[in-house]
T-cell receptor
Framework: AQSVTQLDSHVSVSEGTPVLLRCNYS??????LFWYVQHPNKGLQLLLK??????LVKGINGFEAEFKKSETSFHLTKPSAHMSDAAEYFC??????????FGKGTMLLVSP | KAGVTQTPRYLIKTRGQQVTLSCSPI?????VSWYQQTPGQGLQFLFE???????NKGNFPGRFSGRQFSNSRSEMNVSTLELGDSALYLC??????????????FGPGTRLTVL
């Protein structure tokens, strides 16, 4: 069975400082992993995905994530936060042929 | 290419009524999945349709049902509405290649309020 845990429900940063959103997963297979972002009253937008190619995955808007099998982690990072990054972020795991399992979400707050 | 569209965007119903939500996938996408998003439970998978057949089903009661048409458009129906059904219902579409589902693209959702 697959599962995902987002370790922080809220993360607060100042504009221009680094962002780290933490995610641990559990899977019996070689999963696909995703990060989605949801802005208020909007649908989900895919930031990046890992599908067993390079372990360091680059996404849109300067975000990247590193797949660490030994730590079962897939943390999302960005070197410098922007006000427009304020949103809710979801880590998602999917075993081969299976559906998506979402984490509970991390709300990113960016202060000026 | 147009994105995933969902109608209506907002709905208000009363307990005991039924509701039908509609989703039009991206052109060429034959997989349509539905999710329920609530503050307490987060995002939960409802069901997935592919080529008019239900491919996967989440852990929801039988009051929740869906279908897919030959043009890949999908509808979900909730009967005998309960207060707890108030949620944002998201639809996502995807293509398949090599038997595997590619990334899902989400619509803006339908906000259902049950009074």
């Amino acid at each position: 069975a697959q599962s995902v845990t987002q370790l922080d429900s809220h993360v607060s940063v100042s504009e221009g400082t680094p962002v780290l959103l933490r995610c641990n997963y559990s899977s019996s297979y070689s999963p696909s992993l995703f990060w989605y972002v949801q802005h208020p009253n909007k649908g989900l937008q895919l930031l990046l995905k890992y599908t067993s190619a390079a372990t360091l995955v680059k996404g849109i808007n300067g975000f990247e994530a590193e797949f660490k099998k030994s730590e079962t982690s897939f943390h999302l990072t960005k070197p410098s936060a922007h006000m427009s990054d304020a949103a809710e972020y979801f880590c998602v795991v999917s075993d081969p042929g299976s559906t998506l399992t979402f984490g509970k979400g991390t709300m990113l707050l960016v202060s000026p | 290419k147009a994105g995933v569209t969902q109608t209506p965007r907002y709905l208000i119903k009363t307990r005991g009524q039924q509701v039908t939500l509609s989703c039009s996938p991206i052109s060429g996408h034959r997989s349509v999945s539905w999710y329920q998003q609530t503050p307490g439970q987060g995002l939960q998978f409802l069901f997935e349709y592919f080529s008019e057949t239900q491919r996967n089903k989440g852990n929801f009661p039988g009051r929740f049902s869906g279908r897919q048409f030959s043009n890949s458009r999908s509808e979900m129906n909730v009967s005998t509405l309960e207060l707890g059904d108030s949620a944002l219902y998201l639809c996502a579409s995807a293509t398949f290649s090599g038997g595997a589902r590619n990334e899902q693209f989400f619509g803006p959702g339908t906000r259902l309020t049950v009074l």
